[in-house]
């Protein structure tokens, strides 16, 4: 969060839109990749995504999700085209770098891959805005694979979580006297009072919006959108797409419910 998102990413953005040199990018082009995200917006799954994108211009009051969201998923469409090619070809090497590192499968046997792009990032970027860029946060990159041989993917060990948590945190503590016995029992309240909707051994199924269809795959209850553990699954552009234990790539357009079973209707990518 701190090391990638927040300091060399961040660093890189900032070098494109406020230090002055030849990569610098012109305020007509900061404007045409601002207005790119706002249009992805349409198709991002809510429930992986709940920041609206802002404007370049707003960087420096960027959070660490919606820069991982731009280097991770946006950023490889956004900037292409606008950014001078050996400038994104050197975006690119960051991107694939840490898409790697952050998959639970890729991890696994392209971590060695990862660390040659990282360290080809850190030399390019010295070729592209001078030793100036290298600042310890984008030096540390070059131990962040070894990190990963040992812990996995960076998900397994980052602060996304904790600075999430925080702000309850907090909110839990009355005053400085025992505070973590204060947090615990807030904890222990908040999971006496939840219930759950639906609950197999595996999976647990909310079908909160019945809907009308006209032609009927399958007969049943219809349903618009569907609760799977912590994915919502959702007719429409935002969160119809899926992925199945076959790695057939499909569009959700009906959930139908019948008896015990619920049908996933839609479209396969050929």
């Known amino acids: 969060m701190h090391l990638v998102h927040q300091g060399a990413f961040k660093r890189l ?17 900061v404007a045409r990749i601002s207005a790119l ?7 991002y799954p809510s429930a992986d995504f709940n920041r609206p994108p802002r404007s370049l211009e707003e960087l420096k009051f960027y959070k660490a999700t919606e820069l991982r969201r731009l280097l991770l998923y946006a950023g490889i469409l956004v900037f292409k085209g606008l950014l001078d090619e050996n400038i994104y070809k050197n975006f690119l090497l960051l991107h ?4 790697i590192l952050s998959s639970e499968v890729l991890v696994k046997t392209m971590t060695y891959y990862a660390d040659q792009l990282l360290r080809t990032f850190i030399t390019h970027s010295v070729e592209i805005y001078g030793r100036k860029f290298v600042v310890f946060n984008v030096h540390a990159l070059c131990h962040l694979s070894a990190e990963c041989k040992v812990l996995r993917k960076l998900g397994n060990f980052d602060a996304f979580p904790y600075e999430n948590r925080l702000k309850s945190i907090k909110d839990s503590l009355k005053s400085g006297y025992k505070p973590l016995e204060q947090a615990a029992l807030v904890d222990l309240r908040r999971i006496r009072n939840s219930a759950l909707v639906f609950e197999s051994d595996e999976v647990n199924v909310h079908l909160p919006n019945k809907h009308t269809v006209y032609y009927e795959v399958v007969h049943g209850k219809h349903y618009k959108s569907a609760k799977v553990n912590n994915a919502l699954l959702e007719v429409g552009d935002r969160n119809s797409c899926f992925q199945t234990v076959n790695d057939d790539v499909v569009t959700l357009t009906d959930i139908v419910k019948r008896r015990n079973e619920i049908f996933l209707i839609g479209y396969v990518f050929d």
């Open 13 to 29: 953005l900032s070098f494109w839109t406020k230090e002055k040199g030849p990569w610098k990018l012109h305020r007509d082009v």
């Open 37 to 43: 995200p706002n249009h992805l917006s349409l198709f």
């Open 96 to 99: 694939v770098a840490i898409f």
